[in-house]
C-alpha cells in the first residue's frame, strides 16, 4: 500500500543529485562558521526566531540558498528561489504578489 512517504522518496530519486544532498540545518552546513557557528549571529538570530534582512553575496554554488532555505525553515517562513539576475521585471512582481498573498 502506497503512502505520502513512499510519493515523496520516489519524488526525491528524481530530483537532481545536488539537491537530495543539499544540507538540511546548519549543523550540516560547511563554512562560514564566523556566521553559522555555535554562539555566533546567524545562529543566535534563528535560536531566537529573530529575522533580520540580509543579502547573501557570492558566485554561484556557494551556499547561498541553501543557507537562506536552513534559515526559513528554522524560521518556519516560506522560501521562494529565484534568480534575479535571470528573472525579469515581471518574474519578480510574481515572487513579490505570492509573498503578499502569503502574509
Known amino acids: ?27 550540516e552546513f560547511v563554512g562560514q562558521e564566523h556566521l553559522v557557528g555555535p554562539d555566533k549571529i546567524l545562529s543566535g538570530f534563528m535560536e531566537r526566531k529573530e529575522l533580520v534582512s540580509m543579502i547573501f553575496w557570492g558566485p554561484p554554488g556557494v551556499g547561498k540558498t541553501t543557507l537562506a532555505l536552513i534559515i526559513s525553515r528554522a524560521m518556519g517562513s516560506h522560501f521562494v528561489s529565484f534568480s534575479a539576475v535571470l528573472s525579469g521585471v515581471k ?6 504578489e505570492e509573498a503578499r498573498q502569503q502574509l
Open 1 to 27: 500500500m502506497a503512502d505520502l512517504f513512499d510519493a515523496r522518496a520516489k519524488s526525491a530519486k528524481k530530483s537532481p543529485l545536488a539537491e537530495r544532498m543539499r544540507p538540511q540545518n546548519l549543523d
Open 91 to 96: 518574474e519578480i512582481r510574481a515572487v513579490i
